[in-house]
């Protein structure tokens, strides 16, 4: 499980950063990635990574503003175009399906494939067996949400050694326990999975922001996370701006990061005047003069969700 990022500026394209969407890549876990927000021209940021829009399973929508949503339309086209054959849900705020469903209407688009619209309250949104996904409202000029990603506990190692001292072969049961079902042996011995199981792998939890202002939910989204992934539109300098505008400076995500206990925080989302690289050096600096384990998000980047030593 990493994080990849298509666009990291705000507000619209540079030369240098596209607008906003970044894909949370689950190749392990699942066979394939997760989206959250796709602005214009993600589409062609795709084309320049590794991903594969067929391996798309969901895309989730912050908030409706164009640089995290005009480019759903034309990417959503094109998935089938890549292998992209099997139903895909875009979750996002009240309001997405009728831009969608006016966009496609208008341009007499058909998609050879099943696309479910769901527009989402707070609270969780999605869960199966492994994932749960909640959303929760944060504070902008329009309605935008932040989604935390929860891996569930897996169970632990069979303990091997335990089942070879009570005398059970290698079987289907070995893959019952495993699988933390209790089983009942031919001889009507009941073994329970807890018994032989080792301790529960606990899964990794990453929490990913619309725009906002600095607000107690992005706290709650972000509680215990492993990574969070915050806008950081601008710097200490600029702080009255942002939050005029609903935005977050690298030193408000900072504190965010450091009240909710994550383990990792990636600032995205720069305002198009922060052209030099040099400036983004001291934006990182504030975030990390709060939240040392910061890191600066790129367009084409991977980013792990642990720290890496060197940063
Ligand atoms: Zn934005
Ligand atoms: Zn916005």
């Known amino acids: 499980m990493d994080l990849y990022f298509l666009g990291t500026g705000a507000g619209m394209?540079?030369?240098?950063?596209n607008v906003s969407s970044l894909v949370l890549r689950l190749q392990e876990e699942r066979g394939t990635f997760w989206m959250f927000?796709?602005?214009?021209?993600?589409q062609h940021q795709v084309l320049r990574s590794p991903l594969k829009l067929g391996?798309?399973?969901?895309?989730?929508?912050t908030h409706l503003h164009g640089d995290h949503l005009f480019g759903l339309p034309g990417l959503l086209s094109s998935r089938a175009y890549q292998g992209g054959v099997d139903p895909?849900?875009?979750?996002?705020?009240?309001?997405?399906?009728?831009?969608?469903?006016t966009?496609?209407?208008?341009?007499?688009?058909?998609?050879?494939?099943?696309l479910h619209l769901q527009e989402i309250e707070p609270g969780e949104i999605w869960s199966d067996d492994s994932f749960r996904v909640t959303a929760l409202p944060l504070d902008h000029r329009v309605p935008s949400y932040g989604y935390r990603v929860q891996e569930l506990a897996r169970p632990g190692k069979l303990r091997i050694e335990v089942l070879e001292r009570m005398g059970i072969a290698p079987g289907p049961v070995y893959g019952k326990l495993k699988r933390g079902e209790d089983v009942t042996l031919p001889d009507g011995r009941r073994?329970?999975?807890?018994?032989?199981?080792g301790e529960q792998i606990p899964g990794k939890t990453v929490a990913i922001l619309g725009d906002t202002r600095p607000c107690e939910n992005a706290v709650r989204l972000a509680e215990g996370a492993d990574v969070?992934?915050?806008e950081a539109t601008f710097?200490?300098?600029?702080?009255s701006n942002a939050h005029e505008y609903g935005h977050s400076t690298a030193a408000d995500a900072a504190a965010i990061a450091l009240k909710a206990g994550a383990g990792k925080l990636v600032l995205n989302h720069f305002s198009s005047r922060y052209k030099e690289e040099e400036t983004l050096v001291h934006l990182l600096a504030e975030a990390r003069a709060i939240f040392p384990s910061s890191v600066l998000a790129d367009d084409l980047l991977a980013v792990p969700l642990a720290m890496e030593p060197e940063q």
């Open 103 to 114: 966009a496609f209407r208008v341009s007499d688009t058909h998609l050879p494939y099943t």
């Open 37 to 42: 927000d796709c602005g214009e021209g993600t």
């Open 55 to 61: 391996k798309c399973e969901f895309i989730f929508i």
């Open 191 to 197: 073994i329970a999975a807890a018994a032989v199981l």
């Open 235 to 239: 710097m200490e300098n600029k702080r």
């Open 88 to 101: 895909l849900t875009v979750f996002g705020p009240a309001g997405l399906s009728e831009f969608m469903e």
């Open 13 to 17: 394209p540079t030369t240098r950063r």
């Open 228 to 230: 969070l992934v915050h």
